[in-house]
């Protein structure tokens, strides 16, 4: 079971940044789909980016395109969660998940991810 631990959440203005980092503390973390998700108040959980350790290919929600950037650190086990031009609906509980790669790809499907971290909190005021 790979142990997820996020960090670099806060309180920001609208149109601000913030880099989130989560560092995984099993040594085989290659062959991983890492994703990232956020929980906002009353709403369900949902994936906002994604990357294979291997490959190092990336998706993104639609909401995250163009302002978020996921990114690895191989050497550190951890990925990184880039936000620019943070919006007030993207506040929420943020959190770093990661599954097995199967049949080489990964799919961004909750349910597919059986580690989580305990989760970071944003803010995002107007």
């Known amino acids: 079971q790979v142990q997820l631990v996020e960090s670099g959440g806060g309180s920001v203005q609208a149109g601000g940044s913030l880099r989130l980092s989560c560092a995984a503390s099993e040594y085989t973390y290659s062959r991983r789909c890492m994703g990232w998700f956020r929980q906002a108040p009353g709403k369900e959980r949902e994936v906002v980016a994604g990357?294979?350790?291997?490959?190092?290919?990336?998706w993104y929600a639609d909401s995250a395109k163009g302002r978020f950037t996921i990114s690895q650190d191989n050497a550190k086990n951890t990925v990184f969660l880039q936000m620019n031009s943070l919006k007030p609906e993207d506040t929420g509980m943020y959190y770093c998940?990661?599954?097995?790669?199967?049949?080489?790809?990964?799919?961004?499907?909750?349910?597919?991810?059986?580690?989580w971290g305990q989760g970071t909190q944003v803010t995002v005021s107007s």
């Open positions: 998940a990661a599954t097995p790669v199967i049949r080489g790809g990964c799919t961004w499907a909750q349910s597919r991810f059986g580690s």
């Open positions: 990357l294979h350790t291997d490959t190092g290919g990336t």
